[in-house]
Structures are given as C-alpha cells and as structure tokens.
C-alpha cells in the first residue's frame, strides 16, 4: 500500500482489520474445506499445531483490530467447539476431535497473550488501556513529571 492509502483514520482501520480478516478466511479455509488434504504428515501432531497456529492468529490479530476482547475470546470458544461438531456429523471425510478443540483453546490463549502483551504503533494495548482509564493525563504532563505525582 502507497502512504497515502494509510493516511487517515480509514487508512489505519483497513491495516488493521485486513490481517484480522485474512486470519478468519484461513481459519475458515483450514477447519471447513470439504475434506482432509492428502499427503505425508511432517511429524506426529502436525495437526495440532496447525489448529492452535489458526487459533492464535485469528485472536492475535483481533485483538490488534481492536474487537472487543470478550466477544473476541467468546467467539473463538464458541467456534472452537463448533467447528469440530461441523466437521464430526455434516462434512464427508472429515471428522470431530476433542483434542482438536483443546488445540484451538490454547491458540486462542497464546494468540490473546501474544495481542495483549505485543507493542503495537501508539505503545502496547496494555499501555493504550492504561491511557484511556487515565484520561491521557500523562501526555499532557510537563517533561518530567510523573502521572502519579501531584
């Protein structure tokens, strides 16, 4: 993208819904094509790691979308256990695994971890959140004084 598509407030929204949404497309693609990719498996629990990789990445970049964590973190729970029922009674050669929806739940806590812990542009969600309680006092402060102090 050139500078001047990101300028601006609909600039900086499509950069972060666009990750957001290309990561539910995947996770879509992977949990719900018709039937398992054939082929060699690369090691044992490949396909564990495939489903907490999609799981982490759909909440890493939700969370840097700005979706409301609570429905962010219930979706995925919810979705987590759907998915595996879609697939164990209504996709052909597909099947339900209950240690598919644990891999997806801890893809979703290390994707939420990685979201809320990473900095992002304008300082970490943490450090936004922390702002936003505090009324962006400590940007207003004269250089050299400390928000706590009065």
Request: net charge positive; hydrophobic share 50%.
């Amino acid at each position: 993208m050139t500078d001047a598509a990101t300028q601006g407030p609909a600039g900086r929204t499509l950069l972060r819904w666009a990750p957001f949404v290309l990561a539910v497309t995947v996770n879509l693609l992977v949990l719900y094509w018709p039937r398992q990719v054939s082929g060699a498996q690369l090691f044992p629990g490949v396909d564990k790691v495939v489903h907490v990789g999609v799981f982490a990445l759909v909440a890493l970049t939700g969370v840097r979308a700005r979706v409301p964590l609570r429905w962010l973190v219930g979706l995925l729970v919810i979705h987590a256990v759907s998915s595996e029922l879609v697939q164990h009674w209504l996709l052909p050669r597909r099947s339900g695994d209950p240690g598919d929806v644990v891999a997806d739940l801890v893809g979703v806590g290390l994707g939420m971890a990685l979201g809320v812990a990473t900095p992002r542009a304008g300082g970490s969600w943490l450090h936004g959140r922390a702002r936003a309680r505090r009324g962006d006092r400590a940007d207003r402060l004269p250089a050299g004084r400390d928000a706590g102090a009065r």
